[in-house]
């Protein structure tokens, strides 16, 4: 079983950043796809950005490319998105997630993710 915990989430101004951090526990993640997904309000969860097991594959939703960049450390035990540029339509309950998908990490569907975060929340004002 994986345990994901996330942190970094607040409120700050469009235009500024913050930095995620999820910390993983558990067993098999070198074999996991790792990553963020979001949720706005009213609205459904989707894929953010995604890394493969050893750091070689990232992807990213088409709306954050650019301004959003997930890494990993060495040892895999925390994996962070650093958000910069945030606009307002990026506020949204942030969630950390884990999937034994391999080296290629679709975004898409959700249900390849397995193990699940608690969220952190990020609120972006204009």
């Known amino acids: 079983r994986v345990r994901l915990v996330e942190s970094g989430g607040g409120s700050v101004q469009a235009g500024g950043s913050l930095r995620l951090s999820c910390a993983a526990s558990?067993?098999?993640?070198?074999?996991?796809?790792m990553g963020w997904f979001r949720q706005a309000p009213g609205k459904k969860r989707e894929g953010v950005a995604l890394i493969n097991a050893d750091g070689g594959n990232t992807y990213y939703a088409d709306s954050v490319k650019g301004r959003f960049t997930i890494s990993q450390d060495t040892g895999r035990n925390t994996v962070y998105l650093q958000m910069n540029s945030l606009k307002p339509e990026d506020t949204a309950m942030y969630y950390c997630?884990?999937?034994?998908?391999?080296?290629?990490?679709?975004?898409?569907?959700?249900?390849?993710?397995?193990?699940w975060g608690q969220g952190t929340r990020v609120t972006v004002s204009s």
């Open positions: 997630a884990a999937g034994n998908l391999g080296n290629r990490c679709p975004l898409t569907p959700l249900t390849h993710y397995t193990f």
């Open positions: 558990g067993d098999a993640q070198s074999t996991f796809c």
